[in-house]
Structures are given as structure tokens and as C-alpha cells.
């Protein structure tokens, strides 16, 4: 895809040296360049790969920095602090999606927000059950947690958290075989993996591999 930009790019510069040699007319040119202009209009616009998996890994990095020192003093709150301490990453996230929906922020943002409010969800959900000791097996949270995070991969358009997410469908799976509910997963994150497929979108290559992932899991 980067190629094909370079090549129209290339070919549009050239278009104004060819009108002026007299090998080709007026209206030619112009005919020219507008097409060429929308065909270049009309491909993905690239995005800074290495910008984004910084980003992605400091969303990550602070937020596992910020549960180990709550886990570290975390017996030293009351029930009610536990409770308002583990609200605020999702708090976080939810400020962070707002600002990225609102002033149309970069991809990078995007992916941040997602995870971001998807790890306060994750972490509420475990200190809400540890708490009030509800139990239940990994497999539930995981699917639960899956569930969560699903529309904000569609509402972020987020790579990140969708490799995450078919990630998650890998822990759902039971000591007693496949659970119905992975299918489910993996059956609601497909049109997603699909969507860039066929529309040849800048993470088509990284798809490809997560349908491998989801095939397996």
C-alpha cells in the first residue's frame, strides 16, 4: 500500500512537466490529476507503527505499574477506599475515551482508550469479587471481561485491544473442553477481523495472523 502512494505521488508530480513538454494537452492533465488525486484520497492513510506500540506499552506498563503498588498496600485500606482506589482506572479510561471521541484524536489515543477502559473494567470486576467473595473460575471472568471490552474495539476501531481479545478467548477455554461461550467470542470479534480483510486496511497483515490465533483457540 505504501508503494502505490509512493507511485501516484510520483506520477501526479510528473503530470505538470509532461502538460508543459506538450506531450499531453490541458484537459488531459486535468483529467489526470483528479483521478489520480482520488485514488490517492481513497487509500488507508498510513499510520506511524512505532508510535503506536510505544503508546500501547506505556498504557500497559502504567497500568501494571499502578496495581502492583495497590497490591502491595492494598490491606492496609478500608473496603470503601479498595473500592473507590479500583474505580479510578476506569474512570481514567472513560475520560481518556471521551476526550479521543469528542476532539477526534489519533489512532494512538484511540488505542489507549480502549485498553485503558478496558484494563479498569478487568480490574474493578476482580477487586468488586475479591472483596465480596463471589467466587467463580477464570474461564467466567475472562469471558465476562471479553464481553466488556468488545464494543470498545469496535467503537475505537482498536488493533490493540482486539489482539488482546483474541488473546482472552485462549484462557476461556475450560477443564472440561471448549465452552459455547468461546465460540460466541470468537464469532463476535470475527466481522471485525474481517472488515480489514477485505477492505485492505493498514492492519490486513496483522489480521491475517489473528485469524490464525482465533482458528486455534
Not at 508503494?3 to 490541458?26: A, T
Not at 489520480?36 to 501494571?64: C, M, Q
Request: aromatic fraction near 14%; charged fraction near 15%.
Amino acid at each position: 500500500m505504501a508503494k502505490k502512494r509512493e507511485y501516484i505521488s510520483w506520477f501526479l508530480d510528473e503530470i505538470p512537466i509532461l502538460k508543459d513538454k506538450g506531450i499531453i494537452q490541458d484537459d488531459t492533465a486535468s483529467a489526470l490529476t483528479e483521478h489520480y488525486r482520488s485514488n490517492l484520497a481513497a487509500l488507508p492513510t498510513p499510520r506511524n507503527i512505532f508510535s503506536l506500540v510505544i503508546g500501547i506499552l506505556g498504557v500497559v506498563i502504567t497500568v501494571a505499574g499502578a496495581i502492583l503498588f495497590l497490591n502491595y498496600n492494598w490491606d492496609m485500606f478500608p473496603k470503601s477506599v479498595r473500592i473507590a482506589l479500583a474505580s479510578i482506572p476506569l474512570l481514567l479510561g472513560a475520560i481518556t475515551a471521551y476526550l479521543t471521541i469528542s476532539k477526534d484524536k489519533t489512532q494512538v489515543w484511540r488505542e489507549g482508550s480502549a485498553i485503558m477502559t478496558s484494563a479498569g473494567a478487568m480490574t474493578l470486576i476482580a477487586v468488586l469479587s475479591q472483596i465480596y467473595h463471589t467466587g467463580g473460575e477464570l474461564a467466567e471472568f475472562m469471558f465476562l471481561v471479553s464481553l466488556l471490552s468488545l464494543p470498545l474495539i469496535y467503537i475505537f476501531n482498536s488493533i490493540g485491544l482486539a489482539t488482546l481479545y483474541c488473546f482472552f478467548t485462549f484462557f476461556v477455554l475450560g477443564r472440561h473442553g471448549v465452552p459455547w461461550w468461546n465460540s460466541l467470542l470468537i464469532a463476535l470479534i470475527l466481522p471485525y477481523i474481517f472488515y480489514h480483510l477485505r477492505k485492505n486496511s493498514s492492519w490486513c497483515v496483522w489480521c491475517r495472523y489473528l485469524v490464525i490465533a482465533v482458528a486455534i483457540s
